[in-house]
């Protein structure tokens, strides 16, 4: 029986890993250039398979980054825009969201990796999230 867990969990991790490797699509659009990037639901029409991209094989999560300038800075009024996009791999803030701030201006960063994951709010729950508590209770079978 112990051996029917360990074959299930392996079989779970390898599916995971494989969907990492393969190609992702992903959200890319700029709100600045096409106010439909800022919906909460998005057209069909945004949706790019990330592996068509330059180096597309890099590309193996979605970002989706909101800006705002809060006043005027360099003659530009204060602003916000959606930006969503293909992304490469970044270990620190895979499946998780990260905010940055400057003068005059904040951005809030957020990651996800599966399909169509950059279309909404910026709370992704990723498969590193989930697999930890997975693991927990199977060792605790044993």
């Keep these: 029986m112990k051996l029917e867990y360990v074959v299930c969990i392996s079989v779970l991790g390898l599916s995971m890993l494989a969907h990492q490797g393969s190609a992702i699509v992903c959200y890319e659009c700029n709100s600045h250039k096409d106010p439909r990037c800022a919906e909460e639901v998005l057209p069909d ?9 330059v180096k597309g094989s890099q590309y193996i999560l979605c ?74 209770i199977f060792a605790n079978l044993f």
């Design 45 to 53: 029409e945004l949706l790019k398979n990330c592996s068509e991209n």
């Design 63 to 136: 970002r989706k980054i909101v800006q705002t300038i809060d006043f005027v800075v360099n003659e530009n009024p204060p602003d916000s825009r959606t930006i969503r996009s293909c992304g490469s791999n970044n270990a620190s803030y895979s499946d998780s969201c990260y905010s940055r701030g400057g003068f005059g201006g904040r951005q809030e960063v957020c990651t996800c990796m599966t399909d169509k994951c950059n279309h909404a709010s910026p709370l992704y729950v990723g498969s590193s999230l989930i697999i930890p508590p997975i693991l927990l």
